[in-house]
């Protein structure tokens, strides 16, 4: 069953990337994509509303997951720049992280266990039992993680709500970071670049997607490892 899944997820993604470029062909966006200029005046004409977007979507994206967050902030990056584009990500991700805290503390274990998992919650009840702001920080850290997920087990433990977000903040940045700073030099590409890189980047969703499993317990592993030899 979960086979058949990898296949749709992956039938998805190669189905969003091949829309995707019909529409920057078909409605000549990726003649905005290389004219700065214009591309700063639509933004000029957007106002604030195009900030709050971004924002918005960094927090679905942490609540629900709709599309990776590093679509978000690639797309972050190439409109706003590295900083801003960094800056509006983060604040999405901490409303969307405290959120996700507030509703597990307030709905109680029973509903995150259906949310969750039985399965990742008890492992991350052993990671918070023996040390739970350094598992969390790592979990955020590392990538593989189901850290979205770990923000509703988070609310379960005794840590404080401004804690939670600190610590989402401190490990989510440099990911958030290095999408945006991509997504910013992404308009110095050319046609033939763009293609390229965004092959390598769909080729490695699926090979992540496809290991997802082996990756993910390899990380936990380094998170487990990492807490033990903290707690001696």
Not at 82 to 89: E, F, I
Not at 135 to 143: E, K, N
Not at 211 to 220: C, R, T
Request: proline share 4%.
């Amino acid at each position: 069953m979960k086979g058949r899944w990898h296949w749709v997820a992956a039938g998805l993604l190669l189905m969003a990337v091949i829309v995707g470029g019909l529409m920057l062909w078909r409605h000549g966006l990726y003649d905005l994509w290389l004219d700065r200029a214009r591309l700063e005046a639509l933004l000029t004409r957007i106002g604030h509303k195009g900030p709050l977007l971004i924002i918005a979507l960094q927090l679905a994206q942490t609540l629900v997951a709709p599309i990776p967050g590093q679509i978000v902030g690639l797309a972050a990056g190439f409109l706003y720049g590295p900083w801003w584009g960094t800056l509006y990500c983060v604040l999405g991700s901490l409303v969307g992280t405290l959120l996700a805290t507030w509703l597990a503390r307030t709905l109680g274990r029973p509903l995150v266990e259906r949310w969750v998992g039985t399965e990742l919650l008890a492992r991350f009840d052993g990671l918070a039992e023996r040390r739970g702001a350094l598992a969390l920080f790592l979990i955020f850290l590392l990538p593989f993680l189901p850290d979205d997920l770990i923000c509703l087990a988070a609310g379960l433990t005794s840590l404080p709500l401004s804690l939670v977000g600190f610590l989402a903040v401190l490990g989510r940045t440099p990911g958030i970071a290095v999408s945006a700073v991509i997504g910013a030099q992404s308009a110095n590409l050319t046609l033939g670049q763009m293609l390229i890189v965004g092959g390598v980047g769909v080729i490695l969703a699926l090979l992540v997607l496809f290991n997802q499993q082996p990756l993910q317990a390899w990380m936990f592993h380094l998170v487990e490892r990492s807490s033990s030899d903290e707690s001696r």
